[in-house]
């Protein structure tokens, strides 16, 4: 009943006449766009929506906001109290109490992981939304994710055209004498590379 239930909102949340870039679940809603697009570094992208649909997943499994402020901070990301509870085998303590235990084992761990799959944060590592819908299907095998929730490194590309800035530094007569300073030094490459935090999405 679950099974075709996701199914269903699989097939009206994507027209696979369309490419993925045309659909709209993330909206700019805090928790369900990629970490990438978070932080600026790249625009919308059919990754960054699988990605969105894999929370999406979750959060019909769990019955839970992807984003939860509360005491308990591992509960906070629901991506990542998700992720840390696969790692530990206990992946079906995550499922929505509200079931009552009215489904298949097997078949909601598999829309779980499958979620899981979509937000990993790395996105080279996303699943084609093809490939999800086999997956879920079982038409094809479930994923090997690692225990522990990935931290992605993203390159931000740099502006190496920084102009100089002008500031005035007082003479010994009293006088100002204008003074011309460079921005502070860059690395040799061209990008910074910034490490954000797995549970900042």
Known sequence: M???AILGLLARLIDHN?????????????GYIAPECLLGTENASTQSDVFSFGVVLLEITCGR????????????????WVWDLYGQHTLLEAVDGRLNGDFKRDEIECFMIVGLWCA????????????????LQFQAPLPNLPPKMPVPIYAIPVDHNMQLYTSSIATSSGSA??????????PSDSSWLLKQQANAF
């Open 2 to 4: 679950l099974g075709w």
């Open 18 to 30: 369309q490419d993925l870039e045309t659909t709209n679940i993330a909206a700019g809603t805090n």
């Open 65 to 80: 906001r992807p984003i939860v402020p509360q005491q308990d901070q591992r509960k906070v990301s629901l991506v990542k």
């Open 120 to 135: 990993h944060p790395e996105k080279s590592l996303r699943p084609s939304i093809k490939h999800v819908m086999s997956v």
């Open 177 to 186: 004498a204008p003074s011309t300073k460079s921005a502070p030094a860059l």
